[in-house]
């Protein structure tokens, strides 16, 4: 069974810093690619940044790029997420989705639980 | 504002069927057969309904099907249960700028 399991959401002030974890098992995390997907509250899905499953590309949602950063731990089945200059806009639900590719985000057959993000001063 | 629209609202009475559309652009929907929908109840994570148009991932009931045509894609619940009520996205690959866009959401009813 898939399980992917977030961790390290949290309140932080605006122009602050934050990375969120996701643990990843029951599948062979080295061969997919990964996502990150936010929803912000009382609204829809958004999608953030996605890796392919080397880790060797990246893709970004103009809304955070240059400010977020993607990457994973193969060898800990662990997907990251930096999170820096954040700001209001940016509090939302953020869950971890495997996709069903192995280099570019497609579509996602299995979703985390979700870690919060706050921003506020 | 969302990249892909979809009507707020559906509601159809149980046994029934209902039709949620999901309308893009010539650089998604209409261009791409990745077109994924997506069923999220109150609290819950996102699950995964239908995938590049038609597919249905092991596990999903056959009553949701899902269609395209030209810049306009449909999900379809067949048979509508009480299970069924539930929030509905869509999704699409939109090529290498905007890479996933999303529809902002269909609240389904069953009456």
């Known amino acids: 069974e898939v399980q992917l399991l977030e961790s390290g959401g949290g309140l932080v002030q605006p122009g602050g810093s934050l990375r969120l974890s996701c643990a990843a098992s029951?599948?062979?995390?080295?061969?997919?690619?990964m996502s990150w997907v936010r929803q912000a509250p009382g609204k829809g899905l958004e999608w953030v940044s996605g890796i392919s499953s080397g880790g060797t590309r990246t893709y970004y949602a103009d809304s955070v790029k240059g400010r977020f950063t993607i990457s994973r731990d193969n060898s800990k089945n662990t997907l990251y997420l930096q999170m820096n200059s954040v700001r209001a806009d940016d509090t939302a639900l953020y869950y971890c989705a495997k996709d069903g590719a192995l280099v570019t985000p497609l579509y996602f057959d299995s979703w985390g639980q979700g870690t919060l993000v706050t921003v506020s001063s | 504002q969302s990249a892909l629209t979809q009507p707020p609202s559906a509601s159809g009475s149980p046994g029934q069927s209902v039709t949620i559309s999901c309308t893009g652009t010539?650089?998604?929907?209409?261009?791409?057969?990745?077109v994924s929908w997506y069923q999220q109840h109150p609290g819950k994570a996102p699950k995964l309904m239908i995938y590049e148009v038609t597919k249905r991932p092991s596990g999903v009931p056959d009553r949701f099907s899902g269609s395209k045509s030209d810049n306009t894609a449909s999900l379809t619940v067949s048979g509508l249960q009480a299970e069924d009520e539930a929030d509905y996205y869509c999704?699409?690959?939109?090529?290498?700028?905007?890479?996933?866009?999303f529809g902002g959401g269909t609240k389904l009813t069953v009456l």
């Open positions: 029951g599948f062979t995390f080295s061969s997919y690619a």
């Open positions: 010539s650089s998604d929907v209409g261009t791409y057969n990745f």
């Open positions: 999704s699409s690959y939109a090529g290498t700028n905007n890479f996933v866009v």
